[in-house]
């Protein structure tokens, strides 16, 4: 890292709430570089009180902007709040001097807002000046920079167990397919909230339909004890529709404290492979693809991910484009 900073304002946003530890880690690899770093709201009001000062900001980074809107219930409060993110845009163009779209996902996780999540898309594209990817991309343009590791913290760890499918529950995960394929006699942890209450049912159907040694928790999980239970797994398991994400923060926070990944062998399992070779990529998963599995040794793991993740590397390719 460098020991001379460099002299400009950096916005994040979304702000960080303390449970999305992406921001958290991109925040302080960027401060590693620059002077101001900070997270704020996309707030019209505020950057036209600035404007009207006379006052810019130098940078904004923008993370799944396109996704608030779906966060709305109702065709109506959606529309509203994707014509605020619209607004916002225009005033943000006017106000930054440069805009960057991190954009993660290829398609809302909520199927309703399709038609919104185009239209902004295409406005964020319009006003942003760079597209950032985590990995290559070949439907649009973009600056690929690695997508950040989770810090390791202290864990309390848990017996050792074998599988382990975690983060919050939505279809693009592709969960009833997985356990359509388990082995009765295997065993598997699925914990994660899951909001859909037809996706839980099913869920807890095909479970309750002949998998006894599945257990399944519908709830949120705190930091320490997903590194606990990461810390202690053996595979840990994406099972991912293949357009739905660019890079899933599972594979990264898995890999963060060597746990094994078994990934679907498609397109985006491959990608990881080719960048990560220390993953699994199997057809299924029935029984005979993940008995034929050898875990890779958990230091191993550790150590290859922090090379080609590591915050040196994340820093210098963002100071790159920042100071284009």
């Not at 809302?108 to 399709?114: F, Q, R």
């Not at 690929?144 to 202290?154: E, F, G």
């Not at 699994?280 to 875990?295: C, E, K, M, N, Q």
Request: aromatic share 10%; net charge neutral; with cysteine.
């Amino acid at each position: 890292m460098q020991d001379c900073k460099t002299d400009k304002n950096i916005c994040i946003f979304p702000k960080f709430q303390g449970d999305n530890e992406y921001l958290l880690n991109l925040s302080l690899i960027l401060k590693s570089q620059y002077t101001d770093v900070e997270f704020v709201a996309l707030s019209p009001k505020t950057m036209l009180k600035n404007l009207l000062k006379g006052r810019r900001a130098d940078v904004l980074i923008l993370n799944w902007l396109e996704d608030y809107p779906c966060l709305k219930k109702g065709v109506f409060a959606e529309g509203l709040e994707s014509l605020r993110v619209v607004l916002g845009m225009v005033i943000a163009s006017l106000y930054y001097r440069k805009i960057i779209w991190v954009r993660h996902n290829y398609k809302p996780h909520l199927e309703h807002s399709k038609f919104c999540y185009r239209i902004l898309c295409g406005a964020i594209r319009l006003f942003s000046d760079e597209i950032v990817t985590h990995r290559n991309v070949e439907e649009f343009a973009s600056h690929v920079i690695p997508h950040p590791l989770y810090k390791q913290t202290h864990a309390n760890k848990v017996d050792a167990f074998n599988y382990l499918i975690f983060g919050n529950i939505k279809p693009y995960k592709n969960i009833p397919l997985i356990l359509r394929n388990w082995a009765p006699e295997r065993e598997l942890k699925i914990i994660g909230k899951c909001k859909s209450a037809e996706l839980n049912d099913e869920i807890t159907a095909l479970i309750k339909d002949g998998l006894p040694k599945v257990t399944y928790e519908n709830r949120f999980m705190d930091v320490e004890e997903l590194n606990g239970l990461l810390s202690s797994v053996t595979f840990a398991i994406l099972g991912h529709e293949e357009d739905s994400m660019i890079v899933s923060g599972t594979f990264y926070h898995a890999i963060s404290y060597g746990a094994n990944v078994i990934l679907k062998d498609s397109a985006y399992g491959r990608s990881v492979k080719k960048e990560f070779p220390l993953v699994h990529l199997v057809r299924d998963f029935g029984d005979d693809a993940l008995s034929a599995l050898t875990p890779f040794p958990r230091e191993k793991i550790i150590a290859l991910a922090n090379h080609t993740y590591s915050d040196t590397v994340i820093a210098q390719q963002w100071q790159r484009l920042l100071e284009q």
